[in-house]
């Protein structure tokens, strides 16, 4: 069964740093397209960061600088380096997966076939 796990949300002031993990199981996924979005309260589900078909890296303008998504395929683990949060960033993040998607669609989270089933992250002022 292929699964992806997040974890490593939680509760932190602005400025603060969290590391957020997504753990995929069931399959190799070296050679997919892994991404996160994040869900804030109230509002649509958005792109934050993506690796394109196991290789190069991918940022939403909101993030960059701030966060750095790196991965582990030995482990087939993917992470998200949060750095400088803000109480904008307050949002229920999930990992994503796909294997067939192209460039121009990476930023569409109903693009990606394997979800995970997110974790909160949420930071004070």
């Known amino acids: 069964q292929v699964q992806l796990a997040e974890s490593g949300g939680g509760l932190v002031q602005a400025e603060g740093s969290l590391r957020l993990s997504c753990t995929a199981s069931g399959r190799t996924f070296s050679r997919y397209t892994m991404a996160w979005f994040r869900q804030p309260p109230g509002k649509e589900r958005e792109f934050v960061a993506a690796?394109?078909?196991?290789?190069?890296?991918y940022y939403a303008d909101s993030v960059k600088g701030r966060f750095t998504i790196s991965r582990l395929n030995s482990e087939n683990t993917m992470y998200l380096q949060m750095n400088g949060l803000r109480p904008e960033d307050t949002a229920i993040y999930y990992c994503a997966a796909d294997q067939n998607l192209i460039l121009s669609s990476i930023t569409w989270a109903r693009q990606y076939d394997l979800w995970g089933h997110g974790t909160q992250v949420t930071v004070s002022a």
């Open positions: 690796f394109f078909r196991g290789s190069n890296t």
